[in-house]
């Protein structure tokens, strides 16, 4: 569950450091996607951090066993 909320932290901060204000299209221009890279540094350091923990909670030993059981399991 953790992991689910780093990978949505890591994801939200890119938008925003993507997209001033986090939005991706223009609602007032018939959704026109806006220009990419017009975001804040401030959450690309963000993202890093986020991305850095995402990485470490799936390399943990006791996370990738219980992924594989949980993959291994029949629906």
């Known amino acids: 569950m953790a ?29 026109a996607p806006l220009d990419r890279g017009t975001g804040e540094q401030q959450k690309a350091a963000a993202a890093d951090i986020f991305y ?3 990485k ?9 066993r219980m992924k594989l059981e949980w993959k291994k399991q029949e629906i």
């Open 52 to 54: 850095e923990k995402w």
């Open 3 to 31: 992991r689910k909320y780093l990978q949505m932290g890591y994801t939200r901060a890119r938008r925003y450091a993507n997209y001033k204000g986090g939005k991706k299209y223009d609602k007032t221009n018939n959704h």
């Open 56 to 64: 470490l909670a799936e390399s943990d030993p006791h996370y990738t």
